[in-house]
């Protein structure tokens, strides 16, 4: 099977993510445009904004657009490359990197399809304290990338548990 192919599960977390992240922001277009709906009270609501920047407003300079393109092509090139080296049994591995995929592809489609910038419509206030508004990508994006860490982290401290020759592989 082609490598591109391989792995079903990847491309099905990273697929499903970039189509309930279109749905979300076009309902979000559609329906919150002229004002924000309340979800939960202060602590949750759909608010439409257009954030041109990157995470977090995050912005540098009127090339902003084209800057976080290029890094999102970049890092969807790393991490297709991570995905291809990925054995077809480390699903936890292959989940987070279909995350991170689809969230940048959406939030990619977003800045290449407008100059206003991503779609981003939840907005979360703990007391006085507000989270930047973000959407269905930035949250596959966030669980994704943390998800990652830690097989990466997990991985990285199997490989430096190397068993000494005086001890056997049991007692390592």
């Not at 990157?54 to 969807?76: D, E, I, Q, T």
């Not at 966030?142 to 991985?155: D, K, M, S, Y």
Request: net charge positive.
């Amino acid at each position: 099977m082609p490598s591109g192919l391989r792995h079903p599960l990847f491309w099905g977390v990273a697929l499903g993510v970039v189509a309930v992240d279109l749905i979300t922001k076009k309902l979000a277009v559609a329906n919150l445009a002229h004002a924000p709906v309340r979800i939960l009270g202060d602590w949750l609501t759909f608010r439409l904004v257009y954030n041109p920047g990157a995470a977090f407003g995050v912005h540098v300079g009127a090339y902003s657009r084209w800057v976080f393109m290029v890094l999102a092509l970049v890092a969807l090139v790393v991490l297709a490359s991570l995905a291809r080296h990925t054995l077809s049994t480390q699903w936890v591995r292959l989940t987070a990197l279909g995350l991170v995929c689809g969230g940048a592809i959406g939030n990619l489609l977003d800045r290449v399809r407008s100059a206003r910038g991503v779609v981003d419509f939840i907005d979360v206030w703990i007391g006085p304290f507000h989270w930047p508004t973000f959407n269905v990508a930035d949250i596959a994006v966030t669980c994704g990338a943390v998800a990652l860490a830690a097989v990466l982290w997990q991985e990285g401290r199997r490989g430096n548990e190397q068993p000494s020759e005086q001890t056997g592989p049991a007692e390592a």
